[in-house]
Structures are given as structure tokens and as C-alpha cells.
């Protein structure tokens, strides 16, 4: 839990450095639901929400390019989503009664040592004794101006080497994503596709790995898609049995257009690993831009 001091002068740094993007000032203009109209039920559990960046090149701007918004910005505005929903259950609940946490995380872990001293400061705890109007509005600003930080720099470093997500949840997502006593959520923010230089995997047809080109090599880019997934058992290579306690929402898949059966190929192979891996319940979602996206990671959050 960082002191409030500490993360007020973070935020004046922040505002002196950054700017907002027209795009990102415009999902703002356009999600204009007023947050104190939204009621909960005071009698909310105990919130664990991880968040799991793919900074893989997904994000780069001139690679994958979108007229109507580029990939890196939704990513943005879903973490903006997200921030507010964990404020807005802060603010719905009785305060005795709060014990809630919020991080994000990437792996691997950027090698920019200042960056990762204030990523560090978005693994945020609130108790009864520090859950302040005034603090718990500082989450989603937070939240922003880091994660702005954070895409700038992968995309002005340009060297995507790839996102370990198979590798953070075969060794990390039990330790960091699972607390007691907690309803936990992870978000994955991904185009959908897996691929890391270090955790290049096969086993016969299962793979820690997926990509258009994969896609093709196997074949699953025809009407038997389907058919051929099932019967000859390709999909993720799971090595987990025990996320009974985990809610998982994947955001921004992005299938190769193409290939008119990718998103269902990308889809059935996250689907299938998650139930494999006894995720305890989860929805996958395709790129939309984060206006259409709010009320969809609002209503998950605040179920």
C-alpha cells in the first residue's frame, strides 16, 4: 500500500509530464454515465483485481494500425474501465468492512528500472483505516498516467520480443492473482494470440503458443476447424488444474481478418484452456472500442 503523500506527488509529476491523447479525451466525453448515480449493494466482497498486460507487437501503432482507434489506446480506456469499476465498489461499500486490492502486471518485467518503480505503485491496497474519498479517486488517475507511461515507452523502445501470458499462469497467476477470502478477478488485455521467445512449447498438437501463421500451419483456417481441434486435440498445453478461485476477463482479441474461422480458433483455444485450468468463470471479448466496452467490464467487475 503506498502513503498518500507518496502518491500525490506522483500524480503532480504525472500531471506535468503527460497529456491526454483527442482519442483517449474523446471515450472520456463519451462515457459520460455519472458514477455517483450507479448504486451497489453496501454488502460487497472483498475485491483482488489483477490486471495482465500483453505488450507484445499488438500494440505497435504502425504494424497494426486502426483508423477508428488505434489497439494501444482501447487498451487504455479498458484500464480506465477498470479503475473506475474498483473505485466505484470502494465507494458502495461499507467501510468497515473494506480489504481491497488492485496491481497490474507484465511479464516479463520491463528492464527500465523507473519504469518499473511506478508500476509498482499501481499494486494498491484499501483498508478501513486509509479508504478516503480522496484517496480512493486517486486509483483510476493513477491508473491512467502510468499505464499512458507504460505504452509509450514499449512503443518508443520498439523492440516487442513478445508477452509470456502462458508463462505467467503456469508460474505466476496462483501467488499474484489469488488472495483468501476474495472474489478474484484477472483481466488479460491481449489480441488473443501467445507467443514468447522463452516458452516455446509443443506436445503432439498442444502448444503454449498461437499465431496466424500457426494457425495455417495447422490447418484450422477451414470449415473443419472445429473438427480437427477436437479430434486431434490441439489447443494450449495447461499445466494448472486449481483456479477454482480465479474470474478471468480477456479483452481485445484481435483475429487475423484473413482467416474468416480465427476468432473462433482463438476463442476455442482460450476457452478451452481456461476450463481446463478450472477458471472458476470467464468471458472473452474481442477488440471493441472501450465506449462499447464499459458497460461489459463494469457489469463483470460488479456482478
Avoid at 71 to 91: K, P, T, V
Wanted: net charge negative.
Amino acid at each position: 500500500m503506498k502513503p498518500l503523500y507518496l502518491m500525490l506527488f506522483t500524480l503532480s509529476l504525472f500531471s506535468i509530464i503527460s497529456c491526454k491523447t483527442d482519442k483517449e479525451e474523446d471515450y472520456k466525453e463519451q462515457n459520460t454515465v455519472p458514477i455517483e448515480t450507479i448504486k451497489l449493494s453496501p454488502n460487497r466482497p472483498n475485491l483482488n483485481i489483477s490486471i495482465l498486460l500483453d505488450l507484445s507487437d499488438r500494440i505497435n501503432p504502425k504494424k497494426y494500425s486502426n483508423p477508428a482507434m488505434e489497439f494501444y489506446e482501447r487498451d487504455l480506456g479498458y484500464i480506465h474501465s477498470i479503475a473506475q469499476s474498483f473505485e466505484l465498489h470502494l465507494r458502495n461499500k461499507r467501510s468497515i468492512k473494506i480489504n481491497d486490492h488492485i496491481q497490474l502486471y507484465i511479464d516479463p518485467e520491463p528492464a527500465d528500472s523507473s519504469l518499473n518503480e511506478k508500476i509498482d505503485l499501481l499494486n494498491m491496497s484499501f483498508t478501513k483505516d486509509n479508504a478516503k474519498k480522496e484517496y480512493i479517486l486517486q486509483t483510476s488517475v493513477l491508473y491512467d498516467s502510468i499505464s499512458k507511461l507504460i505504452y509509450k515507452s514499449a512503443i518508443e523502445d520498439d523492440n516487442y520480443i513478445g508477452s509470456n501470458v502462458w508463462g505467467f499462469f503456469k508460474t505466476n497467476v496462483e501467488d499474484f492473482c489469488i488472495e483468501k477470502d476474495h472474489r478474484n478477478i484477472l483481466v488479460v488485455l491481449t489480441d488473443g494470440y501467445l507467443f514468447h521467445k522463452d516458452a516455446k512449447l509443443r506436445e503432439k498438437n498442444l502448444t503454449s503458443y498461437i499465431t496466424p501463421q500457426d494457425i495455417r500451419d495447422f490447418e484450422l483456417n477451414t470449415t473443419k476447424w472445429n473438427k480437427k481441434i477436437d479430434s486431434e486435440s490441439y489447443g494450449f498445453i495447461s499445466t494448472r488444474d486449481n483456479l477454482q478461485e480465479l474470474e478471468i476477463l480477456v479483452l481485445g482479441i484481435n483475429p487475423d481478418t484473413k482467416n474468416p474461422y480465427e476468432f473462433d480458433v482463438i476463442n476455442k483455444y482460450w476457452n478451452d484452456w481456461l476450463t481446463k485450468m478450472n477458471v472458476k468463470d470467464f468471458e472473452i471479448k474481442k477488440a471493441n472500442l472501450p465506449a462499447n466496452m464499459d458497460k461489459i467490464i463494469k457489469d463483470f467487475i460488479l456482478k
